[in-house]
């Protein structure tokens, strides 16, 4: 089973989601830290190679998780948000691009 780093706030943000949606997310991230795949994603090729958005959904709205897994050493979560609008804000996806940037320059330092 991979580890799973959150990013950022993105953990923080996580713990903002109501429970049932919390509840639900943990699942699913759960689900890919086991080499799953979630019950409802889709690739975020905008954000970059690999990366994921898990989507959740509960009586409060929709809910989710963007992450890339495709590393090895960890399952990484690059942000979680409730979703507002039918497609994702500009927002929501730089801040997923630039945490990505981040962890991307930061790999080569870190041990295999």
Not at 2 to 25: H, I, N, T, Y
Not at 56 to 72: F, N
Not at 73 to 101: G, M, N, W
Request: aromatic share 6%; charged share 30%; net charge positive.
């Amino acid at each position: 089973m991979k580890e799973v780093e959150f990013l950022g706030a993105s953990l923080d943000d996580l713990r903002q989601f109501p429970l049932s949606a919390r509840r639900a997310m943990g699942h699913q991230i759960d689900r890919v830290q086991n080499g799953l795949e979630p019950d409802d994603w889709k690739p975020m090729p905008g954000i970059g190679s690999g990366v994921r958005e898990i989507r959740v959904r509960d009586e409060a709205g929709a809910w989710r998780t963007i992450y890339i897994a495709k590393l090895p050493e960890a399952v990484y979560v690059l942000h979680c948000f409730q979703k507002k609008t039918p497609k994702t804000s500009k927002t929501d996806i730089e801040l997923a691009r630039t945490r990505l940037a981040e962890l991307l320059a930061q790999r080569p330092r870190r041990k295999p």
